[in-house]
Nanobody
Framework: QVQLVESGGGLVQAGGSLRLSCAAS????????LGWFRQSPGKEREFVAA????????DYADSVKGRFTISRDNAKNTVSLQMNSLKAEDTAVYYC????????????????WGQGTQVNVSS
């Protein structure tokens, strides 16, 4: 089993920045893909960003390209999401997720999920 714990959420004004972090524990060796997803009230969960073990594969949702940056530290089993130029529409619960064996950006294919951290962006 792998446990994922997110941190770093909070309230920020539009145009501001937040940095989310996710720490993996348990059988956390070689998590192939680490990703971030988000869900707003009344909306389906959506992909935000993902990064592969080596960092050779990185992908972002079009809505966050140029504003968000995903990174990982394999030695510490952590993944981070630097969010800049935040907009009101970025308000959501942000979830960290891990896929053990493959590169994917499809939420249903991920093996493990964190509990989520709330991000509120005021306009």
């Amino acid at each position: 089993q792998v446990q994922l714990v997110e941190s770093g959420g909070g309230l920020v004004q539009a145009g501001g920045s937040l940095r989310l972090s996710c720490a993996a524990s348990g059988r956390a060796f070689r998590l192939y893909t680490l990703g971030w997803f988000r869900q707003s009230p009344g909306k389906e969960r959506e992909f935000v960003a993902a990064i592969s073990w080596s960092g050779a594969n990185i992908d972002y949702a079009d809505s966050v390209k140029g504003r968000f940056t995903i990174s990982r530290d394999n030695a510490k089993n952590t993944v981070s999401l630097q969010m800049n130029s935040l907009k009101a529409e970025d308000t959501a619960v942000y979830y960290c997720a891990a896929d053990v064996t493959r590169w994917t950006t499809i939420g249903s294919e991920y093996d493990y999920w964190g509990q989520g951290t709330q991000v509120n962006v005021s306009s």
